[in-house]
């Protein structure tokens, strides 16, 4: 394959941007869309969300039934687990810390070096990864099938009582897609209340599309580009550069832009859990990150007052919109 090629398999999930400078940057680039959307191929249906629902939060979809995808992506810790390594990956040598699921129905690539496409194939994944559920999803069906109380749930979801990898895999991909973020004091300030967050919060809001160019990368309602960048970390870890050939020089250190909505208090933060204050993040990007080859172009150093970091910091503070409601479901007897 010839390096453009390369550079475009690179970029397919890039979003082409216009120039900042050009192009002046306001609120309403941040508005909310109306609408979840759901692929053709697995339409939202209430009665998919209830059994995705109860599967996310059941255990017994782990080999020895002690750890369901809540225990890393938890309603009370927004959605991650508040830890820097996940879980059971003490093992591994450059483990990554665990992502929200929250607004996960708008994600283009997913996994912080973008290695899965969609909710459904990645559904798979941590139920078969050895560190984390170590499960197969033959025995998983098996499983499932012998619990009485699936079999209703899967009926009402698909038709008929039936137990397969696809189903779970839609069913967990439904259920996440209605995890989005609360109206923010931020969400209102963009729908004209001009009194929904402060003056110090509008001043950051300035600083992070102008003098701190983070809107480069931290865009659109999300505050993602759904790109993978190198923003300079000391990390052995090569991200997306291990899933796509060893010439993009980009792709190496590249890691997803994550959303910046609903932030976790103190971190952590960064694919490997290294920072966990945001007074830390500004300041890093301040002194530009490691050079090297693979630095992001967009990564240009700069420097803020004090009192323009905290204008900053009390604007990413204004797109919190609090923990998600969730009931827990009651889990299907045997
Ligand atoms: C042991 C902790 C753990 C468990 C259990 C777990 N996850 Fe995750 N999850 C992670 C980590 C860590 C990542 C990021 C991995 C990476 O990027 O290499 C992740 C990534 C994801 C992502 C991608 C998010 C993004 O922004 O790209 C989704 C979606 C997800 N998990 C859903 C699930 C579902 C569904 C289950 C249950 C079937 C589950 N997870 C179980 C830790 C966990
Ligand atoms: C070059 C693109 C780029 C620019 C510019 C940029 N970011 Fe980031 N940001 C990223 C990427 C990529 C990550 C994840 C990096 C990693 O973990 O290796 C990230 C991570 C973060 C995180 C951690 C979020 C989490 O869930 O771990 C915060 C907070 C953040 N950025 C805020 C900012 C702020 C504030 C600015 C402006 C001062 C900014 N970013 C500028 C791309 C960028």
């Known amino acids: 394959m010839k390096i453009r090629s390369l550079v475009m398999l690179a970029c397919t999930v890039f979003s082409v941007h216009a120039s900042l400078a050009d192009d002046k940057i306001t609120q309403s680039d941040y508005q909310r869309p109306e609408a979840v959307p759901a692929p053709e191929s697995n339409p939202l249906t209430e009665e998919k969300t209830a059994l995705g629902k109860t599967l996310f939060f059941d255990p ?3 080999r020895d039934k ?3 995808c809540a225990t890393c992506h938890s309603p009370d810790q927004r959605w991650s687990d508040g830890r820097v ?4 990956s003490e093992e591994l040598s450059q483990p990554r810390r665990t992502p929200t699921v929250m607004n996960s129905a708008w994600l283009k690539a997913l996994m912080w070096d973008g290695r899965a496409k969609s909710l459904e194939a990645q559904a798979v994944l941590p139920i078969t990864t050895p560190h984390e559920m170590n499960y197969n999803m033959k025995e998983l069906v098996q499983r499932l099938g012998e619990i009485k109380g699936y079999e209703p749930l899967f009926e009402s979801a698909y038709g008929d009582a039936e137990i397969n990898t696809q189903r779970i895999a839609m069913a967990l991909a439904t259920f ?5 973020s609360n109206t923010s004091s931020f969400d209102l300030w963009v729908n004209g209340d001009e009194h929904a967050i402060s003056s110090s919060a509008q001043r950051g809001f300035q600083i992070f599309n ?7 990368c931290h865009k659109s309602w999300r505050f993602t580009d759904d790109s993978f960048h190198d923003i300079g970390l000391d990390s052995p870890d090569l ?3 291990k899933v796509i050939p060893v010439e993009v020089t980009i792709m190496q250190h590249a890691f997803k832009t994550p959303t910046l909505r609903d932030l976790p208090e103190n971190g952590p933060f960064m694919h490997d859990g290294s920072m966990s204050d945001l007074e830390e993040v ?16 967009e990564m240009k150093p700069f420097e803020l007052t004090e009192q323009q970091r905290t204008d900053l910091i009390a604007f990413l503070k204004t797109l919190d919109g609090g923990s998600l409601d969730i009931d827990p479901p009651v889990l299907p007897m045997e």
């Open 85 to 88: 390594v996940p879980l059971g």
């Open 239 to 241: 991200g997306r550069g």
């Open 282 to 297: 500004i300041k890093h990007y301040e002194d530009g990150g490691i050079q090297r080859e693979s630095l992001s172009k």
């Open 66 to 68: 002690s750890m369901s």
């Open 210 to 216: 102008n003098e701190a160019q983070c809107a480069a």
């Open 176 to 180: 996440q897609r209605t995890l989005v």
């Open 60 to 62: 017994r979809l782990s």
